[in-house]
Nanobody
Framework: QVQLVESGGNLVQPGGSLRLSCVAS????????MGWYRQAPGKQRELVAT???????EYADSVMGRFTISRDNTKNTVFLQMNSLKPEDTGVYYC??????????????WGQGTQVTVSS
């Protein structure tokens, strides 16, 4: 019903910046919460940041002050601006959204992930 496509992952040096984008498409009636999760090598998947339709945000303590999540409701897109990147930010970043489909069913959708590598 709802598909997500992430982009923007890359290899970057410590202290550098990246901007991730995620576009939602399909039988979307509403996009309520949009967010980003990540999975580091050998670690469990963890929440990075979320943003509600009204613009309320939540961040993991480890990224607070360095990452900024935003959304464009007219384009069904969520962004993650990542600054002052550290090697421990390395991992696969997954986009997440929930809301209501056009058939009035609630949904959760995940992207396939985009690789972020922070290394010298």
């Amino acid at each position: 019903q709802v598909q997500l496509v992430e982009s923007g992952g890359n290899l970057v040096q410590p202290g550098g910046s990246l901007r991730l984008s995620c576009v939602a498409s399909g039988s979307i009636l509403t996009l309520d919460v949009m967010g980003w999760y990540r999975q580091a090598p050998g670690k469990q998947r963890e929440l990075v940041a979320t943003i509600s339709r009204s613009g309320s945000t939540e961040y993991a303590d480890s990224v607070m002050g360095r990452f900024t999540i935003s959304r464009d409701n007219t384009k069904n897109t969520v962004f993650l601006q990542m600054n002052s990147l550290k090697p421990e930010d390395t991992g696969v970043y997954y986009c997440y959204v929930n809301g209501f489909a056009r058939n009035l069913q609630q949904y959760d959708a995940w992207g396939q992930g985009t690789q972020v590598t922070v290394s010298s």
